[in-house]
């Protein structure tokens, strides 16, 4: 028997194609080996093994790609990578396209949660996307949702919107509201990691949970926690 060789090395073999070609059959997804997608090109194979070229198949290069997260709280970026496969991939992402092991690579996070919040987090591979998160993240408003107890003083709303003055430290303006009597709203720009912790404190309330479901202009909406869907074509953030 002869010893197994690399798939795209099959491949030239199988389809007449040159070397780069193979590549980017192999690494778009296009090629099978006994029914199951591989997407390196380093694999090795056998003659008795089926190496197929897939309905469909492009020479395109798989374009870079950004995915939203719905994290728990205090998720490292181990944890993160973890969180990214098909079995995590919502099931109603209206955003769905081909899942491929190549979307899980070299991706970038950027915007940090506050320390101990849950919710939103975005990675990217896509270079418009990491340098507008960069370049522009201190003007991108973020939206929290943060459980409390507590009695918060009649014109606490009022001090967290004019930038609240606490044992001689002034913090940024923030938009604040209600949303039931457990819950505020928080909408601010560019946060310390500690600041919604720091302003609640000071105004008498203990933080219970703290979930981040809005950067710019794109919401986690339905999202369910410990699972990831596609950035849209036309989201902004």
């Not at 198949?57 to 098909?86: E, R, T, Y």
């Not at 979307?103 to 990675?123: D, I, M, T, W, Y």
């Not at 507008?132 to 709303?157: F, H, T, W």
Request: charged share 25%; aromatic share 6%; glycine share 8%.
């Amino acid at each position: 028997m002869s010893e197994p060789t690399r798939l795209s090395k099959r491949v030239i073999e199988l389809f007449g194609c040159s070397r780069r070609e193979a590549d980017l059959y192999i690494t778009g997804g296009w090629v099978s080996v006994d029914g199951q997608v591989i997407e390196a090109p380093q694999h090795k194979v056998d003659e008795q093994q089926r190496v197929e070229l897939l309905p469909g198949a492009s020479l395109d290069p798989v374009d870079p790609i950004s995915l939203l997260l719905h994290v728990p709280a205090g998720s490292s970026a181990a944890a993160l990578q973890h969180q990214l496969g098909a079995a995590q991939h919502w099931a109603d992402d209206p955003h769905a396209q081909r899942i491929l092991h190549g979307h899980f690579l070299r991706q970038e996070q950027s915007l940090p949660l506050q320390n101990g919040a849950s919710g939103l987090v975005v990675l990217s591979q896509d270079w418009r996307a990491q340098r507008k998160l960069r370049e522009d993240g201190a003007r991108l408003e973020q939206e929290y949702l943060v459980e409390v107890s507590g009695e918060m003083p009649a014109n606490g709303l009022e001090r967290l919107k004019k930038g609240l003055l606490h044992k001689g430290v002034q913090y940024p303006p923030c938009k604040a509201s209600w949303q039931s009597e457990q819950r505020l709203r928080f909408a601010l720009k560019n946060p310390a990691p500690d600041l919604l912790r720091t302003l609640c404190t000071a105004l008498g309330l203990q933080v219970r949970e703290m979930k981040r479901i809005r950067i710019g202009g794109v919401p986690m909406a339905k999202l369910p926690l410990g699972q990831w869907r596609y950035l849209g074509d036309k989201e902004r953030f």
